[in-house]
């Protein structure tokens, strides 16, 4: 992606969070000079990766196949490992209109997806076989905003705004925006976006950059090569 693209993905993302009365915290109006200034006192941002983060899972079609995140908060796995701490995340997520977020799962991570406002969120449904593995006859249960409900393979569940899913590891699922744009919520154990997305297709998590332009923030991916 060039970075002008992610530029403008991020103000238009930004511009939709505010819409719908949610305020970003301080650190995501940063620019990279305020942030390699605040590099020290913000290692928990930077080694956590909080922050922006947009991908077209390297497929260079955003529009069709991408998504958009900001991690707001998160803990850290040697946390979760001991089961004491900091043990959860939450992020934002916007869905576009039918713009697909691919077919994957997680080995640790359990996460409930909340529409926040908007569409309705599209989230289509596969079990795992006795090894994990993707399994495209299998089906499982999920909890529906505290409700148990069992799904079919493929089934789509169809969130409305305030409607909800509690995914566990090994529920593999996509999803996208019917309708419109949807603003999601995400709240889960500590994530980890490097190591625990399992994709059912070999493709990036994350967009390689073209640098055309400077960057009005950073992304998550930069930190390591513009923080250190």
């Known amino acids: 992606m060039k970075r002008s ?5 991020m103000a238009q993302a930004h ?5 719908h009365g949610f305020v970003l915290p ?8 305020e942030f390699q200034a605040k ?13 922006w983060d947009i991908t077209d899972f ?12 900001f991690t707001l908060r998160n803990g850290r796995l040697a946390d979760l490992q001991r089961g004491g701490g900091m043990c959860y ?7 576009r209109r039918d713009q ?15 529409n926040r406002g908007g569409a309705t969120l599209v989230v289509e449904l596969f079990g795992s076989d006795d090894a994990g593995n993707f399994a495209g006859d299998r089906g499982g249960s999920v909890l529906c905003d505290g409700v148990r409900r069992a799904y079919g393979p493929g089934e789509k569940l169809r969130l409305a705004p305030g409607e909800s899913v509690t995914l566990m590891p090994g529920d593999w699922h996509a999803f996208w925006g019917d309708g419109g744009d949807v603003l999601i919520g995400e709240v889960s154990t500590v994530n980890d976006d490097e190591t625990d997305n399992i994709f059912r297709e070999p493709i990036g998590r994350f967009s ?20 250190g």
């Open 15 to 19: 511009e939709l969070i505010r819409s």
């Open 39 to 51: 590099r020290e006192t913000a290692r928990h941002v930077i080694d956590t990766r909080c922050g």
């Open 26 to 33: 301080p650190f995501a109006h940063w620019s990279p000079e």
């Open 208 to 227: 390689e950059i073209e640098e055309d332009t400077a960057p009005t923030h950073l992304l998550v991916s930069d930190y390591a090569t513009r923080l």
């Open 58 to 69: 390297g497929a260079g079609r955003f529009d069709e196949l991408g998504l958009f995140l």
């Open 89 to 95: 995340a939450e992020k934002l997520l916007i869905s």
């Open 5 to 9: 693209r992610v530029n403008d993905i």
């Open 100 to 114: 697909l977020s691919p077919m994957h799962t997680h080995l640790l991570k359990a996460e409930d997806i909340i």
